[in-house]
């Protein structure tokens, strides 16, 4: 399987997509030449990108646990 980062030729395409959360950011500093994160957060801030977003799968797993203490204060809220 082919990662993303592979098809990627420039410094640009590469920031862009560890801002949009396709590229792993550890990927991206090793292709990149960085020397650690902080490196990586600055170049995205000199190109006016965001800081890397987390992977979706975290992001839904995150979700999928924080849900049923949503849903219990919802209805704590209107039992009340």
Known sequence: MTRPIEKMRTTTQILEGVASGIVD??????????????????ALAD????????????????????MPLLLRMEAAIRGS
């Open 25 to 42: 950011p550890d990927e991206a500093i090793e292709a990149l030449h960085m020397n650690n994160r902080a490196e990586l957060l600055n």
């Open 47 to 66: 190109r006016h990108l965001p800081p890397p977003k987390p992977p979706k799968e975290q992001v839904e797993a995150e979700l999928a646990a924080a």
